[in-house]
């Protein structure tokens, strides 16, 4: 009894008995074994990287073990014996190796970014399904004088085999990174994928019609197997030590481009210890350096911790980087550094500085800046622009070089306030602290003459912080409010 079903044909009856050659047969499992083996180390490329090189890998997994596939069937199918001639189909052939190479790159695609149990099922159903039309269309693509039919049960076993193996490829593909469980994998996927197809190979029923032999006995519709089966052989394991000679060669150039990156983050690590390393002895300095100017005024306390809190809050709230306002932090306190080079006479004086004096006391600003200039660093060199702009004004009329306006660095503008500011809310020697109305006052008719009037507005928009700044470093003793004179301290 036979059935036809979806094109083919299912009978219990027998037919013409089939053998194979053995030499054949070995040679198509070793071009399984070999495919399959590029098809995992492809496959590990292609998990392992990402875009552009993600989608060529897997377009190579895919031809590797899709035409590898395709290529084992291909020569097992010549591989047969029967008592009858065969040819082949050119169109029919080459339509089951695109039909393997299709469904092989479907599965990849499918488990490119999900490797869950359900996704490698579904995958490899479908590659089972590719395969086993793969094989059944190439069955089709025989030439020869009788009719093909396939015993049900081995079909359908040869099918759940494809899909089975097909599964198990999938899964392996993307689990197996070493090279001697790749290679065993290998063999596995081999035997697996072999088995489908002489399964197949052995539900196949040939049944002669003589009515189909050409009178000359020669079949002139489809290509002599002759050597075929070697040209197949041959141009596949090409094909395939191709692929395997690319693989390792990324792989050779991923090592490299990986220790190239090591080397370089360590490099990077070695900069930025260097970096922290430098930064720290330039805090190192101005810290010495702040010493060093405490030694010849200390009468300020804690006037220096004060303004460089409230520069590097007016520099926040001004819209200045952090990076900046930390630096304008650790520099502002060198501000006056420059008076180390006042003589005393003039630098402790209690009273009032006489013009001569006053002329000198400015001096410090100069002094400031040649002492600090020049080094290199950034933190120094901030310094230096501070403690040689603090005193320009705004309208031009300030020391030391008379610079107006946004001539003056924006690190000379935001301590002229803080500076300013503080010392007016501070008790001296020479004069009483001034209360706090008086003060912002002064700041607001000194807006446009001796500050910057926008940073002034910032300044006194946000006058509760700052004055929260000025609390947490008040001096012992020093700052208590003393009632008000009418003199600005410079």
């Known amino acids: 009894m036979s059935i036809e079903l979806a094109g083919l044909c ?42 552009a090189a993600r989608m060529m890998w897997q377009g190579c ?47 990849f695609r499918i488990i490119q970014n999900r490797r869950s149990p359900g996704a490698i099922a579904t995958a490899g159903g479908i590659v ?22 396939y015993e049900p049960t081995l079909w359908i076993l040869s099918v759940v085999i494809a899909a089975a193996a097909a599964t198990a490829g999938l899964w392996l593909s993307a689990r197996i990174h070493r090279l001697r469980i790749r290679a065993l994998a290998a063999l596995v996927m081999a035997v697996a994928v072999c088995g489908m197809h002489y399964t197949g190979m052995a539900a196949l029923v040939v049944q002669v019609d003589p009515m189909l032999m050409p009178a000359d006995g020669l079949l002139s519709e489809g290509v002599s197997s002759g050597p075929l089966a070697a040209a197949v052989a041959i141009g596949t394991f090409g094909l395939v030590l191709l692929a395997l000679v690319s693989a390792a060669a990324d792989r050779r150039l991923s090592a490299a481009a990986a220790h190239e990156a090591s080397a370089l983050r360590i490099a990077n690590m070695e900069l930025q210890a260097t970096r922290l390393q430098l930064e720290a002895t330039q805090r190192e300095i101005i810290r010495r350096l702040c ?58 004086k209690p009273g009032r500085l006489d013009a001569q004096e006053w002329a000198t006391m400015r001096e410090h600003a100069t002094i400031g800046h040649r002492l600090l200039v020049g080094s290199g660093l950034p933190l120094l060199d901030l310094a230096a622009e501070i403690a040689g702009t603090h005193h320009e004004k705004w309208d031009g009329t300030g020391y030391p070089a008379g610079l107006r306006g946004t001539e003056i660095p924006l690190s000379g503008r935001i301590v002229a306030i803080a500076d300013v500011f503080d010392a007016l809310l501070s008790a001296r020697p020479y004069k009483e602290p001034w209360p706090l109305e008086a003060v912002v006052a002064h700041m607001r008719e000194q807006a446009g003459r001796h500050f910057d009037p926008a940073l002034v507005t910032v300044f006194l928009d946000r006058l509760d912080i700052m004055l929260a700044i000025r609390d947490r470093f008040l001096d012992d003793g020093l700052d208590q409010p003393l009632p008000a004179r009418s003199d600005a301290a410079e």
């Not at 590097?312 to 630096?327: E, M, R």
Request: with cysteine; aromatic share 8%; glycine share 10%.
């Open 10 to 51: 299912f009978t219990s009856a027998s037919g013409l008995p089939l053998s194979h050659d053995l030499w054949l047969v070995a040679l198509s499992y070793a071009v399984a074994v070999f495919a399959s083996y590029a098809a995992l180390d492809m496959a590990e490329r292609m998990h392992r990287t990402a875009g």
């Open 128 to 149: 089972g399904l590719g395969v086993a039309a793969m094989h059944y269309l190439g069955m089709a693509a025989m030439v020869l004088p009788a009719r093909i039919a």
């Open 291 to 348: 010493s060093a100017g405490e030694f010849r005024d200390n009468e300020t306390g804690q006037h220096v911790a004060r303004m460089a809190q409230i520069s590097h809050q007016l520099a926040l709230s001004a819209g200045c980087t952090p990076g900046f306002a930390a630096k304008l932090l650790e520099a502002a306190p060198l501000h006056d550094i420059g008076k180390i080079g006042i003589p005393d006479h003039v630098l402790l």
């Open 61 to 107: 997994a895919a031809v590797a073990l899709g035409g590898g596939i395709w290529a084992m069937h291909f020569i097992g199918m010549l591989a047969l014996t029967i008592d009858t001639p065969i040819a082949y189909d050119p169109v029919k052939t080459l339509l089951s190796l695109v039909t393997s190479i299709a469904f092989v790159a479907v599965g």
